[in-house]
């Protein structure tokens, strides 16, 4: 089976590398891939926004699936566009992609279809002085403010006082990062309770549990700092135990896809929830159309099956002739950026000590490139270091022995991933 991987990060170079273990895997291409991804596959320089040229070369090389990586081209129609020309996709549809799309049609959806979330209201751009008047007329703190639309994962703002939520009105308002992303705001209850995601693999009638983690979002120590797209992740996450997963399938999971199948929106791909674990069940935070970014990082080593065989089948809507395997292993991914990160940061700083690096950990690429013989820094999230273990306290020492290991200027990486899970624990 020849391939195409649509995407450029850490989760695609997991991605192709978890591709290329395939017996059913003749060529694989990624596009516009990075120099980790070049170790599976070929690279190809595509945009992700030039759907024709897409089309082009899954017609020119005989391509008989593309994986859809990242959320924009999803819920910029994708695979809408490829399937109406016939050729095989594994991501969801525009309509379906609208969970992660915009946070009032998924806030909406599970609300009409009594998934557990929490309480919300929604506001359009010219009524952020409204949201203000409602929250300060409520007086209740903490608070949730949600850019509509997608914004890498910097959208979502937990405010502490009345001061920070004008801050951060006027935020969403007057930055041109979010000019696209917040043409409407989601205002929400803050939920107690322990965060974890669960990642679902759906062909639009049968849905099978992937894996579950805990991801960590804020840039500081202790979940301190601004919102990232992921600093790190570990998995499986103790936060869910079988009986927690049972009521994740059964409360949010089953409902989520039946209710998308009789909407005649069936949902097909990697469906990634993303939880609170409160004292009266687990509730959506937040549906992505699409694995997470470093989530994926920790989970893929796990599954033993075949990942493409399973995303074939998905895509087939063969996936109930398929059952998921996992290891027993626990896996603790840390994320190296670059300092500065999320906000400004520099490029172009040499990375060494790859040669160094234990044949049972894994180095994942994300904003790196290749140029004289050199692999060079080239963005926020620079690499993903993964190590496992039999317990989550070996996966943690054995992953952050790794990490040592890699060298560049202005290194920067959180020192207590999975923390959170080992306080569980004890």
């Given at each position: 089976?020849n391939?195409l991987?649509?995407g450029?990060?850490g989760?695609e170079?997991?991605?192709?590398?978890?591709i290329?273990?395939s017996d059913?895997?003749d060529k694989?291409y990624i596009?516009?891939g990075?120099?980790?991804?070049?170790q599976?596959?070929?690279n190809?320089d595509?945009s992700l926004?030039?759907?024709d040229?897409?089309?082009d070369?899954i017609?020119?090389?005989?391509?008989?699936?593309?994986v859809?990586?990242p959320?924009?081209?999803?819920v910029d129609?994708i695979?809408?566009?490829?399937e109406?020309?016939?050729h095989?996709?594994f991501?969801?549809?525009?309509?379906?992609?609208?969970?992660e799309g915009s946070?009032?049609?998924a806030?909406?959806f599970?609300?009409?279809?009594r998934?557990?979330?929490?309480?919300f209201?929604?506001y359009s751009?010219?009524?952020?002085?409204?949201a203000?008047k409602v929250?300060?007329s409520?007086?209740?703190?903490?608070?949730v403010?949600?850019?509509?639309g997608l914004a890498?994962g910097?959208?979502?703002?937990?405010c502490?006082t009345e001061?920070?939520?004008e801050?951060?009105?006027?935020?969403?308002k007057?930055?041109?990062?979010f000019?696209?992303?917040?043409?409407k705001?989601?205002?929400?209850e803050?939920l107690?309770g322990k965060?974890?995601?669960?990642f679902?693999?759906?062909d639009g009638k049968?849905?099978r549990i992937l894996h579950y983690a805990?991801d960590?979002k804020?840039?500081g120590?202790?979940?301190?700092?601004?919102?990232t797209?992921g600093?790190g992740?570990?998995?499986?996450t103790?936060v869910?135990?079988?009986?927690?997963l049972?009521r994740?399938e059964?409360?949010?999971?089953?409902?989520?896809?039946?209710?998308?199948?009789?909407d005649e929106?069936?949902?097909?791909?990697?469906l990634?929830?993303?939880?609170?674990?409160?004292?009266?069940?687990?509730?959506?935070v937040?549906?992505n159309?699409?694995?997470?970014?470093?989530e994926?990082?920790?989970?893929?080593p796990?599954?033993?099956s075949d990942?493409l065989?399973l995303?074939?089948?998905?895509?087939?809507e063969e996936?109930?002739q398929?059952?998921?395997r996992?290891?027993?292993k626990y896996r603790?991914?840390?994320?190296?950026?670059s300092e500065?990160?999320?906000v400004?940061?520099?490029?172009?700083k040499?990375?060494t000590?790859f040669g160094d690096i234990?044949?049972?950990?894994?180095v994942?690429?994300a904003?790196t490139?290749s140029q004289?013989?050199?692999i060079l820094?080239?963005?926020?999230?620079?690499?993903s270091?993964?190590?496992?273990?039999?317990?989550?306290?070996?996966?943690?020492?054995?992953?952050?022995?790794?990490?040592?290991?890699?060298?560049f200027?202005?290194?920067?990486?959180r020192?207590d991933?999975?923390a959170?899970?080992l306080?569980?624990?004890?």
């Amino acid at each position: 089976m020849n391939v195409l991987l649509l995407g450029s990060g850490g989760r695609e170079h997991a991605m192709a590398w978890s591709i290329a273990k395939s017996d059913k895997l003749d060529k694989l291409y990624i596009a516009p891939g990075n120099p980790g991804t070049a170790q599976h596959g070929t690279n190809v320089d595509l945009s992700l926004s030039d759907f024709d040229a897409i089309l082009d070369f899954i017609e020119g090389n005989d391509i008989e699936l593309t994986v859809v990586g990242p959320e924009q081209p999803l819920v910029d129609g994708i695979t809408d566009f490829l399937e109406e020309k016939g050729h095989k996709v594994f991501g969801p549809s525009r309509l379906a992609a609208q969970l992660e799309g915009s946070k009032k049609f998924a806030n909406e959806f599970m609300k009409e279809n009594r998934i557990p979330t929490a309480e919300f209201e929604s506001y359009s751009r010219g009524e952020f002085d409204k949201a203000l008047k409602v929250i300060k007329s409520k007086d209740e703190y903490p608070v949730v403010l949600k850019a509509d639309g997608l914004a890498g994962g910097k959208g979502v703002f937990i405010c502490e006082t009345e001061e920070e939520v004008e801050n951060r009105l006027n935020e969403l308002k007057e930055s041109k990062q979010f000019k696209e992303a917040a043409q409407k705001l989601v205002v929400e209850e803050f939920l107690e309770g322990k965060e974890a995601s669960v990642f679902v693999i759906s062909d639009g009638k049968t849905a099978r549990i992937l894996h579950y983690a805990q991801d960590h979002k804020r840039i500081g120590e202790g979940d301190t700092g601004l919102n990232t797209g992921g600093m790190g992740a570990y998995c499986p996450t103790p936060v869910i135990g079988n009986r927690m997963l049972q009521r994740v399938e059964k409360e949010i999971i089953l409902p989520t896809i039946s209710a998308m199948l009789l909407d005649e929106n069936p949902y097909k791909g990697i469906l990634y929830c993303g939880l609170m674990i409160t004292k009266e069940g687990p509730k959506v935070v937040e549906f992505n159309c699409r694995l997470g970014d470093p989530e994926a990082q920790a989970i893929l080593p796990s599954i033993e099956s075949d990942f493409l065989e399973l995303m074939d089948a998905a895509a087939s809507e063969e996936l109930d002739q398929k059952e998921v395997r996992i290891d027993d292993k626990y896996r603790c991914c840390v994320v190296l950026a670059s300092e500065g990160y999320p906000v400004e940061y520099e490029k172009g700083k040499e990375i060494t000590g790859f040669g160094d690096i234990s044949g049972d950990a894994l180095v994942f690429h994300a904003g790196t490139k290749s140029q004289d013989g050199k692999i060079l820094t080239d963005g926020g999230r620079v690499l993903s270091v993964v190590g496992a273990g039999d317990t989550l306290e070996d996966s943690i020492r054995n992953t952050y022995q790794e990490v040592d290991k890699i060298s560049f200027a202005n290194k920067y990486y959180r020192s207590d991933i999975g923390a959170k899970g080992l306080k569980h624990v004890s």
